[in-house]
């Protein structure tokens, strides 16, 4: 069995997707991502692939277009506002039905904002941040070594529906130190060819790339071809992680770095008496609502803990649809929500009271800063 390895989250995530076989990055420097192309800028030419710095977030998303339509594994990464700059070329890129996975190691916003970690491009992410009806299959993973696993994961899914796959992390993953296994290297005679690539027109029939279609009808049928392909992903690509949801009658719901912090309160209030559990969603999109149907008959309510003003427990309500109060707990700006501060939030709602929905309404009229 290999042996782990310290690294950094940004480096370890790089590493990663050159062991799932990627060979060709493009992107942008933005804190605090920076160590993912630093790495990328010397690794890549070790294994024989490129590395391009472009002179904007909006041209190194369409470089992903171009690489991704001639069949490479391509990887880009940034951080929120830079996100934000490539939204037009992400739609593209679905629109094309081209497969790219896109790294967010999210910071804190709106606008330059800060560049602590953050989880308020949720929306972005799952709600499609670009124009039109498209979707990104989006994972949350909440350490260093599953975000390395699902790096794979998601290579294979871009490919398997020839769509942009999206791994949502936030500054405090990127840069914290943990141990990692890697998983065995992707061997190149591995990955599957890919027939509708523009990889020279020499004895078959020309292959296009493109996403504008300006008969109405003709971009009726291929919006409804991309409904279906999301479909599929919400039928076979729903994944996520419960603790003690059988005999839970309160639950934590949190994602990413979060549901860490989230999982160590639900242990102590579990050795004090208190039934409560945990619901991890990993893909954030597709959302799982299956995970709440399960509980639902017996959950008293659900405390939903996030880093942002409130995202993901919009998904939450319509997941619960009514059967049980959704309360909600959130920092922002780089403030991280702790134990003590969940905790409370946590018997407020048992007592039956309505949660504060974060410290900042208490340190504002005198209260404890939590």
């Known amino acids: 069995m290999a042996k782990p390895i ?23 420097p933005i804190t605090p991502q920076n160590e993912i192309p630093e790495y990328m800028s010397w690794r890549l030419p070790e294994v024989g692939g490129a590395f391009v710095q472009a002179e904007s977030e909006v041209a190194s998303i369409n470089m992903v277009y171009g690489a991704a339509g001639a069949g490479g594994r391509v990887l880009i990464s940034s951080s929120s506002p830079g996100i934000s700059l490539m939204q037009e070329g992400i739609s593209y890129i679905a629109g ?38 498209y979707r990104l299959l989006v994972y949350g993973p909440s350490t260093i070594q599953e975000a390395c696993d699902l790096m794979g994961k998601a290579f294979e899914v871009a490919e398997k529906y020839r769509n942009p796959v999206m791994i949502l992390g936030d500054g405090m993953m990127g840069q914290m130190m943990e141990p990692v296994v890697f998983p065995e290297e992707v061997e190149a005679s591995s990955i599957s060819a890919k027939p509708w690539a523009t990889t020279g027109k020499k004895g078959r029939p020309a292959n296009l790339i493109t996403s504008i279609y300006l008969d109405p009808e003709v971009l009726d049928t291929h919006n409804w071809k991309l409904y279906e392909k999301y479909s599929l992903m919400q039928e076979h690509e729903v994944m996520y992680e ?6 839970a009658e309160w639950f ?17 209030l579990r050795k004090e008496g208190v039934k409560i559990g945990l619901i991890r969603p990993i893909t954030l ?30 998904d939450v309500r319509l997941a619960v649809e009514g059967r049980a109060p959704v309360h909600f707990y959130g920092r922002t700006g780089g403030a991280i929500p702790m134990p003590k501060g969940i905790e409370k939030r946590v018997s407020e709602m048992i007592s039956g009271k309505t949660p504060i929905i974060t410290d900042y309404f208490e340190k504002a009229h005198g209260g404890d800063n939590i």
């Open 6 to 28: 310290l690294m950094k989250g940004n480096e370890a995530i790089a590493e990663a997707a050159i062991r799932a076989g990627c060979r060709y990055f493009f992107g942008y």
């Open 96 to 133: 094309a039905e081209l497969p790219c996975v896109i790294v967010n190691m999210a910071r804190g916003g709106p606008g330059l904002g800060g560049i602590q970690p953050s989880q308020s491009d949720y929306f972005q992410a799952t709600k499609g941040g670009g124009h039109g009806d």
């Open 242 to 247: 419960t603790k003690y949801a059988d005999d």
């Open 252 to 268: 934590l719901v949190a994602y990413g770095t979060i549901a860490r912090i989230c999982t160590a309160v639900v242990e102590k």
């Open 285 to 314: 999109w597709p959302f799982p609502f299956e995970a709440f149907d399960q509980v639902a008959e017996h959950a008293k309510g659900f405390l939903c803990v996030e880093m942002s003003t409130g995202q993901m427990v919009e």
